[in-house]
């Protein structure tokens, strides 16, 4: 399985938001988009990716004043990405050893879609399930 199969079936669509948005602004599309990243753009140029953790973790050092600053100031600006090419394995090798929930998919420069965690993870689950079936298919007819 590839990380074009995952958008095929969910779809490429990215929540993103602008380096001038405020950091509330940010945690407020978060909240009701119900995820745990967002985008942010410059343009239609990738320019970083702002967390949940982000937040939580600026919010505890400094305090509330800082959801009225730009989420340029919080995003993280050397995104890690993929690409439709990569397989869900290779996906989750990144996640692990870069310690993330969320990955943009580039195509060259161009945002392409979004996988997390629980993209991977469900992919990934449903792999397993069919090895497992053809496995047992094989024995049955084997015996």
Same mark, same amino acid.
């Given at each position: 399985m590839l990380v074009s199969d995952i958008l095929k079936a969910?779809?490429?669509a990215v929540i993103s938001a602008a380096p001038g948005s405020t950091v509330a602004e940010a945690?407020?599309?978060? $909240?009701?988009?119900?995820?745990? !990243?967002? *985008?942010?753009?410059d343009g239609e140029r990738l320019a970083g990716i702002l967390s949940e953790?982000?937040?939580?973790?600026?919010?505890?050092?400094?305090g509330p004043g800082c959801l009225n600053g730009p989420a340029s100031r919080l995003m993280t600006a050397k995104?890690?990405?993929? $690409?439709?090419?990569?397989?869900? !394995?290779? *996906?989750m090798e990144i996640m692990t050893n870069s310690r993330i929930r969320h990955l943009p998919v580039m195509e060259g420069e161009r945002l392409a879609g979004m996988v997390s965690i629980g993209d991977v993870v469900k992919w990934r689950l449903e792999e397993a399930q069919e090895e497992v079936r053809q496995l047992s298919a094989y024995v049955a007819g084997a015996a």
């Amino acid at each position: 399985m590839l990380v074009s199969d995952i958008l095929k079936a969910k779809g490429s669509a990215v929540i993103s938001a602008a380096p001038g948005s405020t950091v509330a602004e940010a945690a407020a599309l978060l $909240t009701d988009k119900r995820i745990g !990243a967002v *985008v942010i753009l410059d343009g239609e140029r990738l320019a970083g990716i702002l967390s949940e953790r982000d937040i939580v973790r600026t919010l505890a050092k400094e305090g509330p004043g800082c959801l009225n600053g730009p989420a340029s100031r919080l995003m993280t600006a050397k995104v890690v990405t993929c $690409t439709p090419a990569h397989s869900i !394995a290779e *996906v989750m090798e990144i996640m692990t050893n870069s310690r993330i929930r969320h990955l943009p998919v580039m195509e060259g420069e161009r945002l392409a879609g979004m996988v997390s965690i629980g993209d991977v993870v469900k992919w990934r689950l449903e792999e397993a399930q069919e090895e497992v079936r053809q496995l047992s298919a094989y024995v049955a007819g084997a015996a």
